[in-house]
């Protein structure tokens, strides 16, 4: 049984920075993949950054690139998600996932084999 606990989320200030953690727990070898997804009520789920086990890959959503770094614990079995220069459109609840899998297509990301955390939201007002 794995388990994705996900932290730091909160209120912040347009222009601030939160850093967001999701830690795993149980059996996670056969995961390579840890991300960041979020999604607003009434959108569908976009991926925001993921992270292979051996941080041969990174992938970022556009709209984040150069704000958000993604970085990886293993000894931990946790994923960070440092968020700078937030803007009222990062408001959302984010939510973490490991998958055996990750593919970036067409500027995407898709996860295979994934398990998901319950979420942590983060509103920049």
């Known amino acids: 049984h794995v388990q994705l606990v996900e932290s730091g989320g909160g209120l912040v200030q347009p222009g601030g920075s939160l850093r967001l953690s999701c830690e795993a727990s149980g059996y996670t070898k056969n995961y390579k993949c840890m991300a960041w997804f979020r999604q607003v009520p009434g959108k569908e789920r976009e991926g925001v950054a993921a992270i292979y086990s051996d941080g041969s890959m990174t992938y970022f959503l556009d709209s984040v690139k150069g704000r958000f770094t993604i970085s990886r614990d293993n000894a931990k079995s946790t994923v960070y998600l440092q968020m700078n220069s937030l803007t009222p459109e990062d408001t959302s609840m984010y939510l973490c996932?490991?998958?055996?899998?990750?593919?970036?297509?067409?500027?995407?990301?898709?996860?295979?084999?994934?398990?998901w955390g319950q979420g942590t939201q983060v509103t920049v007002s």
């Open positions: 996932a490991v998958s055996q899998e990750c593919t970036m297509i067409a500027g995407e990301v898709y996860l295979r084999g994934s398990l």
